[in-house]
């Protein structure tokens, strides 16, 4: 793992009508590492996966990925630059074939169809899903829509992967699919991974390290074994019941 991290967020904010949505958050990513960004609902979480992807600017702050300054550059400049993500309400083209939704990703860079359509047999057979690739989306259970999710995002090649909750509402049968997968991505093809997770147990099957963010402020940082044992994480995240 090289010294430079690949994403590095500093002192990043953000407000919404006086409302401070992140305030002076930092975290680093390294090239192949798995990281987690934990906290309770409305802490700020998507918000930050939203700056860092270009769906909003930062007030102050600096967010550079493979040492070139992003902040404030668009989506798809972002997208582009390698960083893919997904959202945490999954909305497919209903009417269209997975190998067609997954495409919408595959064609970055380039118009010609071959080229995406390969790109999306590649991200469907990395999520084990080729065998779904002409039913329509619109068919799909809750957990293959969260993996078609995931893959429209890989399809556009990332080198970081930003996932936000794709495993929330699955049972837990579902989610040790879905962190197999993502086991596989980081090893096999080296993915960089940064997730939004409430799911703990995948938490803890995934991150080396872990954020915890509440009320915009990054509140602690270490292992998941560190994260889980801090006074600070236990009253305001993980409750009583953690301990």
Same mark, same amino acid.
């Given at each position: 793992m090289? /010294?430079?991290?690949?994403?590095?967020?500093?002192?990043?904010?953000?407000?919404?009508?006086?409302?401070?949505?992140?305030a002076?958050?930092?975290?680093?990513?390294?090239?192949?590492?798995?990281?987690?960004?934990?906290?309770?609902?409305?802490?700020?979480?998507?918000?930050? =996966?939203?700056?860092?992807?270009?769906?909003?600017?930062?007030?102050?702050?600096?967010?550079?990925?493979?040492?070139r300054?992003?902040?404030?550059?668009? $989506?798809?400049?972002?997208?582009?630059?390698?960083?893919?993500?997904?959202?945490?309400?999954?909305?497919?083209?209903?009417?269209?074939?997975?190998?067609?939704?997954?495409?919408?990703?595959? =064609? &970055?860079?380039?118009?010609?169809? $071959?080229?995406a359509? /390969?790109?999306?047999? *590649?991200? &469907?057979?990395?999520?084990?899903?080729?065998?779904?690739?002409?039913?329509? *989306?619109?068919?799909? #259970?809750?957990?293959?829509r969260?993996?078609?999710?995931?893959?429209?995002?890989?399809?556009t090649?990332?080198?970081l &992967?930003?996932? /936000?909750?794709?495993?929330?509402?699955?049972?837990?049968?579902? #989610?040790?699919?879905?962190?197999?997968? =993502?086991?596989?991505?980081?090893?096999?093809?080296?993915?960089?991974?940064?997730?939004i997770?409430?799911?703990?147990?995948?938490?803890?099957?995934?991150?080396q390290?872990? @954020?915890?963010?509440?009320?915009?402020?990054i509140?602690?940082?270490?292992?998941?074994?560190?994260?889980t044992q /801090?006074p600070?994480?236990?009253?305001? @995240?993980l409750? $009583?019941?953690?301990?």
């Amino acid at each position: 793992m090289s /010294d430079a991290p690949l994403l590095d967020v500093v002192a990043v904010s953000k407000s919404f009508r006086g409302l401070r949505a992140v305030a002076d958050a930092s975290l680093q990513v390294h090239s192949g590492e798995m990281v987690a960004l934990i906290g309770p609902n409305g802490a700020g979480k998507t918000t930050l =996966f939203n700056l860092i992807a270009g769906a909003l600017a930062p007030d102050a702050g600096r967010i550079t990925f493979e040492g070139r300054s992003i902040a404030g550059l668009r $989506a798809d400049q972002i997208c582009a630059a390698g960083i893919g993500r997904t959202f945490q309400i999954v909305k497919p083209f209903a009417d269209m074939s997975v190998l067609d939704n997954v495409m919408v990703g595959g =064609f &970055l860079g380039t118009a010609s169809a $071959a080229v995406a359509r /390969d790109r999306a047999r *590649a991200a &469907l057979a990395a999520l084990h899903m080729d065998g779904l690739r002409h039913k329509p *989306a619109s068919s799909l #259970t809750l957990p293959d829509r969260k993996r078609l999710e995931v893959a429209r995002a890989l399809a556009t090649q990332p080198r970081l &992967l930003l996932l /936000d909750e794709v495993m929330a509402g699955l049972r837990p049968t579902e #989610t040790d699919v879905m962190v197999s997968a =993502f086991r596989r991505l980081n090893a096999e093809q080296g993915v960089t991974i940064l997730l939004i997770e409430h799911v703990m147990r995948a938490v803890m099957a995934l991150a080396q390290r872990v @954020y915890v963010l509440h009320h915009g402020e990054i509140i602690s940082h270490g292992t998941p074994q560190q994260v889980t044992q /801090d006074p600070r994480v236990l009253q305001s @995240y993980l409750g $009583a019941e953690a301990l």
